[in-house]
T-cell receptor, first 116, second 112 residues
């Protein structure tokens, strides 16, 4: 149980275009999902917290107009990188909170974004 | 602000040797601590989760200890195998928040 999927697993886009990444909880309902970014040989940095039915909460320094997050259902959150630039190239990982008292998070397999 | 440090950053051992990975955190007000494994280009796999009230957790060849007062956790991997080669991350969750703070990881190479 507690499986989280991401789509696509990798994507290449041209500078100035937008790209959408999906995060799905496959066998449970996730009222809260999290989006992280990871640069090579660095740790995961939380970008935003996505709550079903409400606006996402962004971490300091993360541009909410550039990284659009939508959590329209209990099993799906999407991250759209708008007007992507090469510096947005990174590994994006989502996680979903299992609805239990432990607040344990299960992570998706990640999406490699390359902006050319 | 919570700072999580993992030492060493990289580790290379021959097969069969025991592994000791260290994680330290600056704020002892944690709810739990979790160890993850990450293979190159992949997501995170949860290995062990230790609640703040626990001292250790074990799963197979893995054992993780937690000393909350000193801000330390250690992950032991017994009788290492080449398949254990990966990056190991620790993450802490504070008592007053749900956000995880991650260390930069220890990259382990087990030589056959």
């Amino acid at each position: 149980g507690a499986v989280v999927s991401q789509h696509p697993s990798w994507v290449i886009c041209k500078s100035g275009t937008s790209v959408k990444i999906e995060c799905r909880s496959l066998d449970f309902q996730a009222t809260t999902m999290f989006w992280y970014r990871q640069f090579p040989k660095q740790s995961l940095m939380l970008m935003a917290t996505s709550n079903e039915g409400s606006k996402a909460t962004y971490e300091q320094g993360v541009e909410k107009d550039k990284f659009l997050i939508n959590h329209a259902s209990l099993t799906l959150s999407t991250l759209t990188v708008t007007s992507a630039h090469p510096e947005d190239s990174s590994f994006y990982i989502c996680s979903a909170r299992v609805p239990s008292g432990r607040w344990e998070q299960y992570f998706g397999p990640g999406t490699r974004l390359t902006v050319t | 602000k919570q700072e999580v440090t993992q030492i060493p950053a990289a580790l290379s051992v021959p097969e069969g040797e025991n592994l000791v990975l260290n994680c330290s955190f600056t704020d002892s007000a944690i709810y739990n601590l979790q160890w993850f494994r990450q293979d190159p280009g992949k997501g995170l796999t949860s290995l062990l989760l230790i609640q703040s009230s626990q001292r250790e957790q074990t799963s197979g060849r893995l054992n993780a200890s937690l000393d909350k007062s000193s801000g330390r956790s250690t992950l032991y991997i017994a009788a290492s195998q080449p398949g254990d080669s990966a990056t190991y991350l620790c993450a802490v969750r504070p008592t007053n928040d749900y956000k995880l703070s991650f260390g930069a990881g220890t990259t382990v190479t087990v030589r056959a």
